[in-house]
Nanobody, 113 residues
Framework: QALLVESGGGTAQAGGSLRLSCTAS????????MAWYRQVPGKERERVAM???????SYAPFVKDRFTISRDNAKSTVYLQLTNLKPEDNAVYYC???????WGHGTQVTVSS
């Protein structure tokens, strides 16, 4: 399984922005379908966005044009740009690689109102 390391979480005010990064080890990142999920304590993990090897993207309805997923295959990194953050975006955000069902350790996003 690939090792996925997330970074970029932290605390932002409502309406603010954060950028999450996830760097993968191993080969064939450019062929991998990647995604960001998030989880709030007591709730199921939910997919936020996904991006295909060619850059095709898909978003959860609650994103509503506030988040953008992108990738840099040369750096084996996938990003999630969070804008117009809301308190309900408080969660641990996880990176996921579909090819081998690998998860990152997660990064906390806290939004203060």
């Amino acid at each position: 399984q690939a090792l996925l390391v997330e970074s970029g979480g932290g605390t932002a005010q409502a309406g603010g922005s954060l950028r999450l990064s996830c760097t993968a080890s191993g080969d064939s990142f450019d062929k991998a379908m990647m995604a960001w999920y998030r989880q709030v304590p007591g709730k199921e993990r939910e997919r936020v966005a996904m991006i295909g090897p060619g850059g095709t993207t898909s978003y959860a309805p609650f994103v509503k044009d506030r988040f953008t997923i992108s990738r840099d295959n040369a750096k084996s990194t996938v990003y999630l740009q969070l804008t117009n953050l809301k308190p309900e975006d408080n969660a641990v955000y996880y990176c996921f690689r579909y090819n081998d069902n690998s998860w990152g350790h997660g990064t906390q996003v806290t939004v203060s109102s």
